[in-house]
């Protein structure tokens, strides 16, 4: 079975603080991803990562910057976390080729106050 | 990508069949169907996907009308714990320059006891 954890199901940072979300997957897949879901908005990609060190941004990429130094892990990382940033956080992973079935993290629910 | 329509929500008894429709009638020849869930608070969990033929596995069974336009995700025996939204996607298969995951506004599917 594959596995995605990520580092916290929930956080509670302040506004102006330097915010990590780590992501690790045990399938030795190629592509991994971060998304935020918000009500009403669905799911959005921040970032891709179709393998070590390489990276594409996604549709809402502002406020936010990632790290892929090894494989099985993707690390998202908001330089200054601000309000609007308060989301649920998603991160997923899978084989090269197959971005259709992507296996997903239980997510980070991120409250900054 | 397609675009899809799925009636905003459902409900099934539980042990029953929940039989959830989507419709893509502008889904091209070489668009699969995808079927994701997800269950309150957790990330989305892949379930399903074919292209015409109708598919099954150990979660569910997908069938595509023969004109490709609608498709019915069937879960033979639904149980409390199949409480989710259930998303339909109409996607090619593979990455290319299209790597995310569009995800609509689902059917939340009620399983009552």
């Known amino acids: 079975d594959v596995k995605v954890t990520q580092s916290s199901r929930y956080l509670v940072k302040r506004t102006g603080e330097k915010v990590f979300l780590e992501c690790v997957q045990d399938m030795d897949h190629e592509n991994m991803f971060w998304y935020r879901q918000d009500p009403g908005l669905g799911l959005r990609l921040i970032y891709f990562?179709?393998?070590?060190?390489?990276?594409e941004k996604g549709d809402i990429p502002e406020g936010y910057s990632v790290s892929r130094e090894k494989k099985e892990r993707f690390s998202l990382i908001l330089e200054s976390a601000s309000t609007n940033q308060t989301s649920m956080y998603l991160c997923a992973s899978t084989g090269r080729g197959r971005v259709e079935t992507q296996y997903f993290g239980p997510g980070t629910r991120l409250l900054v106050l | 990508d397609a675009k899809t329509t799925q009636p905003p929500s459902m409900d099934c008894a539980e042990g029953r069949a929940a039989n959830l429709p989507c419709n893509h009638s502008t889904i091209s020849g070489n668009e699969y169907v995808y079927w994701y869930r997800q269950i309150h608070s957790q990330g989305p969990q892949y379930i399903i996907h074919?292209?015409?033929n109708n598919e099954t596995n150990e979660m569910a069974s997908l069938i595509i009308t023969e004109d490709r336009k609608s498709s019915t995700l069937i879960l033979p025996h639904a149980t409390l714990r199949d409480t989710a939204v259930y998303y339909c996607i109409v996607r090619m298969r593979g990455g290319g320059s299209n790597y995310k995951l569009t995800f609509g506004k689902g059917t939340l599917l009620t399983v009552n006891p």
């Open positions: 074919g292209l015409k």
């Open positions: 990562s179709y393998d070590v060190k390489m990276k």
